[in-house]
């Protein structure tokens, strides 16, 4: 098959997705590059490095059609197969929201906003979202990969590195993502197991 | 020019923008179709009733981002200049969220859910934002008339009939959106305030 592209904006995701995919026993190739800006697909290709940056709007919906119309969106303009990875936060009381804008909420409210959010709801659960979604080219219809942990939302504990990690903990675990240990992360993280089912369906191509 | 055509999802809306349209020196004739869908384009040609229907993603970003993507998709498959329109309502101590987003949490959350997101947070505070764009034709840039109306969000009150209007009271009224006469609403409105900029730029075309 032709060598995938992984799209990604975001370093962190890179880093996780690359750890968790070459663990396995069957390494799983994948050309990357991660950037700044926001949804830029990146082709590097031998001998030369060629590198094409498109930006990809991400659509509002469910987390589903969120992950189908990105991912359907850069094989057209990769012309090519590849993978997109959306990841979303759902809290109980908020019916599942902000769910896939939670990166919004984020970057406008910080830690403590995203806590007094639900200040005025009992609920306090929430879970993790992540959506692979895999697509063989222009015209194909994207296959999904989910992957979701329970938790809850809680005030910020650990090192503030990969965006609202410090305030989901996962269930039973007594511990935010941000203070686990990468390897404690990877093993039981939303992305890890939609990861795992990714890696199930690309090696059986 | 060519007929414009009104791109909407929302019946309230249409009759909303209708009744304010029609009011002025120099009405404006605008081709409309509501319909259950969201986002649906409809496009009405004598002596035959053409309708074709059309799904038109919105995008997340700023409500900005979201207006000029939705209208530039629809001027292209609708081949001709046409207007589109997007409502957010932007809470102040959300940075501006759910912004164009708030039809996705009035769904989820309903009006006392929508009141419960700002128990933790000491200002209710809110702006509703009306964005009209409009866009020449297939590859034109969309130009944005924007109105804002500001107020605060309250336990609702008034006919629930318009999607958030119970819930936001304008500055110096003492009454909802959903207690106004229509009348009354249509003048003081973010719509109507749109509206208004975008007649002056219609008429001189």
Redesign the interface.
């Known amino acids: 098959m032709s060598k995938l592209i992984f799209v990604t904006g975001n370093a962190n995701k890179l880093k996780e997705v690359k750890a968790i995919l070459s663990a396995g026993s069957t390494p799983i190739d994948i050309d990357s590059e991660s950037l700044d800006s926001k949804y830029a697909l990146f082709r590097r290709d031998l001998p030369f490095r060629y590198v094409s940056r498109i930006l990809v709007?991400?659509?509002?919906?469910s987390t589903q059609e969120v992950a189908k119309?990105k991912c359907r969106r850069a094989a057209e303009l990769l012309k090519g197969p590849c993978i997109t990875e959306d990841t979303a936060l759902c809290f109980e009381?908020?019916?599942?929201?902000?769910g896939?804008?939670i990166k919004?909420?984020l970057e406008?409210?910080g830690h403590e906003?995203i806590?007094?959010?639900?200040?005025?709801?009992e609920s306090k659960k929430a879970w993790a979202l992540c959506t692979f979604a895999y697509c063989a080219g222009p015209g194909e219809e994207p296959i999904l990969f989910e992957g979701r942990t329970d938790g809850a939302i809680v005030p910020a504990r650990g090192p503030a590195k990969f965006g609202w990690d410090p305030v989901f903990e996962p269930a039973g675990t007594g511990l935010t993502y941000a203070e686990m240990p990468a390897e404690q992360k990877n093993l039981l993280s939303h992305r890890y197991k939609a990861l795992e089912k990714l890696r199930v369906y690309i090696q059986s191509l």
């Open positions: 709007d991400e659509v509002q919906g119309a009381a908020l019916g599942g929201l902000p896939p804008y919004h909420f406008k409210l906003g806590n007094n959010m639900l200040v005025g709801f």
